[in-house]
């Protein structure tokens, strides 16, 4: 019988790979900044998504909801994206740009009940929630009026969600010409042709200490790189955009995704990943 670990990256989604891996490399550190700091080795990072899933059905979270994810770094993001998957959901990046009205009216377009954040961004999160469908707004880190992250870890573990090739395993928000937001859902067999062609043209490896700016973009590249960096067992560093040389100065970093504008002068020291805005 054929392990997620061992099927080939198309017939499991990201999720179920990246957990199936994680007992493989151990105490390998898999995060480090955010709320990974101290350093979340893999098999701790697998532990907390598992944990976080089982909290979030417990909450009421249903196979393919869609909930929002806004939140300030990389750690959080891989926390939440991950978890969300973990229980059958389906995370929807909100982009840290955007205004409030723009916020809620994503939210209440995709449905979500249940937003994932952040204290330097709580107060808008919980602005657009009133707004839109959202009742539960869960925190990494304590901001009034919020759900702590944490409280989502006492209630056992959950196996990760199986997901059908066409079933979606991420649903960005694009800006139109004309300025209006609209979906842009990417299913599971996507996202995996989106991981094979990096795993072609990246060239991450386990050695790599991979620097990640804070998410950027509508969230697909965005997602795709990080999606690759821990399936190729690489450690990622979430550092701000003004401290990504510093941090790779601190941790040894060989390579960084962030938005163009924030890599410029990098490439002389360090590999680039840029992210579509």
Not at 39 to 56: D, I, R, S
Not at 176 to 186: E, K, S
Not at 220 to 227: G, K, N, P
Request: glycine share 10%; charged share 15%; aromatic share 4%.
């Amino acid at each position: 019988m054929t392990t997620a670990s061992e099927a080939p990256l198309g017939e499991v989604t990201v999720t179920q790979r990246l957990l199936a891996d994680a007992p493989l490399r151990g105490e390998h550190r898999a995060l480090v900044g955010g709320p990974a700091d101290p350093a979340c080795g893999y098999a701790e990072l697998a532990a907390t998504v598992q944990a976080a899933a089982a909290g979030l059905a417990w909450r009421g979270l249903q196979p393919r909801d869609v909930i929002g994810v806004y939140v300030p770094d990389a750690a959080c993001y891989v926390l939440a994206a991950h978890a969300i998957r973990a229980a059958g959901g389906v995370p929807t990046p909100v982009a840290t740009g955007l205004t409030v009205p723009e916020i809620a009216g994503q939210l209440a377009d995709c449905g979500a009940r249940m937003l994932l954040t952040a204290p330097p961004l709580a107060s808008s999160a919980l602005a657009a929630a009133d707004r839109s469908w959202v009742r539960q707004v869960i925190s990494f880190g304590e901001a009034p009026g919020t759900i702590q992250f944490r409280a989502l870890l006492g209630m056992g573990t959950l196996a990760p969600a199986a997901g059908r090739a066409q079933d979606p395993a991420l649903l960005p928000y694009a800006r139109n010409p004309d300025g209006m937001l609209t979906p842009a859902p990417v299913s599971h067999h996507d996202m995996s042709g989106l991981l094979r062609r990096l795993e072609i043209e990246a060239g991450v490896c386990e050695k790599d200490v991979v620097l990640a700016a804070p998410p950027v973009g509508d969230g697909r590249s965005y997602t795709a790189l990080l999606d690759h960096a821990l399936l190729c067992g690489a450690t990622v560093v979430a550092a701000s955009a003004e401290d990504l040389i510093t941090a790779a100065d601190v941790y040894q970093g060989t390579a960084m995704i962030a938005a163009g504008s924030v890599a410029v002068g990098a490439g002389e020291r360090l590999r680039v990943f840029a992210v579509a805005l």
